[in-house]
């Protein structure tokens, strides 16, 4: 723990489970106060008290980044807790996602998926920035499934390529007001989320990484701590795949 994180908060959403709880654990053994964001009440509770009892400092905060009501709920609860030094972007829809073509994707699901991935991280910034500290630190989840593309799984794709054109966005936004905005793009990460995802999938990123091995959710959360901190000041509107070298670019 730093003298410089104590005490500071991040609020990392969908961080009831897989990556999100991954990320929320490091951020707590850096020192900053963690707020879990998280729709799933039992999950979210789990991981906050989970936290706490291996000295770290968190709590559970109901939230449906899809709701904007649910959003302005957050804000104002974390308004009356101080300022904010760090948002990590996570939560999306992204368990059984895939399967079909894109001309077969109804429209009910395409804007479901968009409303949760693509508009939830706007949604989410924007009412939590005039919160937040100068300097701040905001960390979109991504995917490499954009970076390359993907067959049946064409929702998935746009709504994580809309996420990584936000983070550009807001980069150039934000960057004079001393907040920083990078994406992580992670490659298939050995998650609960990714239990339903297709063995041909699983081997593709088997035989494509340059390192072979199984994806883990740690593989994101030191790089996650990087961003965070005072040494990624100059660092910002980048997207970085983290996923074994699949991808080179």
């Known amino acids: 723990m730093t003298e ?9 959403t969908g961080a009831g489970r897989g990556l999100g709880e991954a990320m929320a654990r490091r951020a707590a053994a850096d020192g900053y106060r963690v707020v879990v964001a998280e729709i799933d009440a039992a999950r979210g509770e789990r991981t906050a008290a989970s936290i706490r009892e291996t000295g770290g400092t968190a709590e559970f905060v109901p939230l449906d980044v899809a709701d904007p009501e649910s959003v302005a709920a957050l804000a104002d609860r974390l308004a009356a807790s ?3 030094h760090g948002l990590v972007n996570n939560a999306a829809l992204a368990n059984g996602v895939g399967g079909k073509e894109f001309q077969d994707i109804d429209v009910e699901t395409w804007d479901r998926l968009m409303a949760v ?10 009412h939590l920035l005039p919160l937040m500290t100068r300097p701040g630190r905001i960390v979109n989840i991504a995917s ?11 929702h998935y794709i746009a709504s994580k390529g809309a996420v990584i054109s936000l983070t550009r966005a807001m980069a150039r936004e ?11 793009a992670p490659g298939l990460t050995e998650v609960e989320a990714t239990e339903t995802v297709p063995p041909e999938r699983h081997a593709l990123y088997a035989e494509g990484r340059a390192i072979s091995r199984p994806q883990q959710p740690d593989d994101l959360t030191g790089l996650v701590s990087f961003l ?7 660092l910002t509107g980048q997207v970085i795949a983290v996923n074994g070298g699949f991808t080179m670019h």
């Open 82 to 84: 101080g300022h904010l």
């Open 228 to 234: 965070l901190s005072e040494e990624s000041r100059y």
């Open 174 to 184: 934000l960057g004079e007001r001393g907040i920083t905005v990078n994406a992580l």
């Open 117 to 126: 991935n693509a508009r939830g991280p706007w949604l989410v910034a924007k």
């Open 4 to 12: 410089q994180s104590t005490a500071r908060t991040v609020v990392v």
């Open 144 to 154: 490499d499934a954009a970076l390359y593309g993907s067959p049946r799984l064409a």
